[in-house]
Every structure is written in C-alpha cells, then in structure tokens.
C-alpha cells in the first residue's frame, strides 16, 4: 500500500498571502489529521477530519482551516499568512475513529513565509 | 486541557546501554499513549503504543510502562543501537480521541 502523500513538499510564501497543502492518506483510512511542527513549540493538532466532516480541532486561529473530500482527500488552507506560521505541516491518516488510535504520517510540507 | 510534559529534552548513551524517557500528563481522562520516532528529515513512526487497561507493554528492545495512578509513562530501549538515534515523542489522547497531546521530544543519541 502507497503511505500518506504530502504536496508540495517545500513552499516559500509572503506575509499575508494564503497557501494550500494537500494530503492523500493511506488507501482504506477515512481519518485525516493534520499537525504543526515547529522547533519551538514542537507537534501541535490542527484537526482532524472523518468522512468528510471536521470532528476535532486543536487549538488555532481561524486562518487555519480545512476540508475532505470522499475520497477522504483531504486539504489545509492558512491565510494571511504570517511569520510565525513557517513550520513543517504534517498529515496522518489512520483506520481510526478519533485520535486514539495509530496515525501514519506523510513526510510533511515545509513551509515558509517571509 | 491536557498538558503532557516529557524529560528528558536529550539524552546521549553509549550503544548497548538503556534509555528511559518518561512523559507525565494532566488529564485523568487520557487513556491512550503513543510513542513515535522522528529520525532526521523523515516522518515520525509510530514505534509503541499503550492503552489504559495494560500497565505495560513490549515489543522486543523497546517497552513502555504506565502509571495511571501517578499519570505517567516511560519508554524503556534496551540494547540501543547508532539507529535508534532520532527524536522521540510521547502523545496522549482521551477515549473520546478528540485530542492527541504531544509531549515536547526527546532528541536520542546513541554513540557507537
């Protein structure tokens, strides 16, 4: 089985400006988390989508938002970009319904803002 | 909300010693405990998990114990080797699993 695909791997963006990350999970899981990676604040939950429907969100501003499909594709938006927002951004996806249960993480995208 | 806390921040141990991380967390609630390895540049892996009912787990150099009672967990490597150098976090989730707390990482090095 193909594991859980991130695109683009690396993105450089400008203040204020907004970007969109995709995630394909593994075939067969419906629940796709995504999570913040940075060297300060280390992983951080975004949310968490299942069928569709967005079941759990951490704790973000509103510029963060996402969607899936029923595929259970699943995409990440942030606007207005701001300089704090440059991390890695990782998707997981799992067999799960919820958070607990193991989650298989894509390689991330790097993004960065300048 | 759940706060999980994770010491130590490095660790450095002679191959073939043991290494012991331990997480502690706030929330009475959580009662799922995952354990995932980031080696550099790469995705972390789920290496372990634990669930409330079982107080310890073992999957052959690695074990992880929990404390329910004192709200807390460790990762236990025996026998470690230069490729167990990585970053480790330790996570809790509640049985509602609608939140995963990460502990802060540790980052492993094993020195040959």
């Known amino acids: 089985k193909a594991g859980v695909t991130q695109t683009p791997r690396y993105l450089i963006k400008t203040r204020g400006q907004q970007v969109t990350l995709s995630c394909s999970p593994i075939?067969?899981?419906?629940?796709v988390s995504w999570y913040q990676q940075t060297p300060g604040q280390g992983l951080q939950f975004l949310f968490e989508?299942?069928?569709?429907?967005?079941?759990n969100k951490g704790n973000f501003p509103g510029r963060f938002s996402g969607r899936q499909f029923s595929n259970s594709r699943s995409e990440m938006n942030v606007s207005t970009l701001e300089l704090g927002d440059s991390a890695l951004y990782l998707c997981?996806?799992?067999?799960?319904?919820?958070?607990?249960?193991?989650?298989?993480f894509g390689n991330g995208t790097r993004l960065t803002v300048t | 909300g759940e706060n999980v806390e994770q010491h130590p921040s490095t660790l450095s141990v002679q191959e073939g010693d043991s290494a012991v991380i331990k997480c502690t967390y706030s929330?009475?609630?959580?009662?799922?405990f995952p354990w995932y390895k980031q080696e550099l540049g790469k995705r972390p892996q789920l290496i372990i998990d634990?669930?409330?009912?079982?107080g310890e787990k073992k999957d052959q150099r690695i074990a992880v114990t929990l404390n329910k009672t004192a709200k807390h967990f460790s990762l236990h490597i025996t026998e470690t080797q230069p490729e167990d150098s990585a970053v480790y976090f330790c996570?809790?989730?509640?049985?509602?699993?609608?939140?995963?707390?990460f502990g802060g990482g540790t980052r492993l090095m094993v020195k040959p």
């Open positions: 997981a996806s799992s067999t799960g319904h919820g958070l607990n249960s193991p989650l298989h």
């Open positions: 075939s067969g899981h419906r629940s």
């Open positions: 989508y299942f069928s569709e429907t967005q079941r």
């Open positions: 929330d009475s609630a959580s009662n799922y």
């Open positions: 634990i669930r409330s009912n079982v």
């Open positions: 996570a809790a989730s509640n049985n509602a699993g609608n939140m995963l707390t």
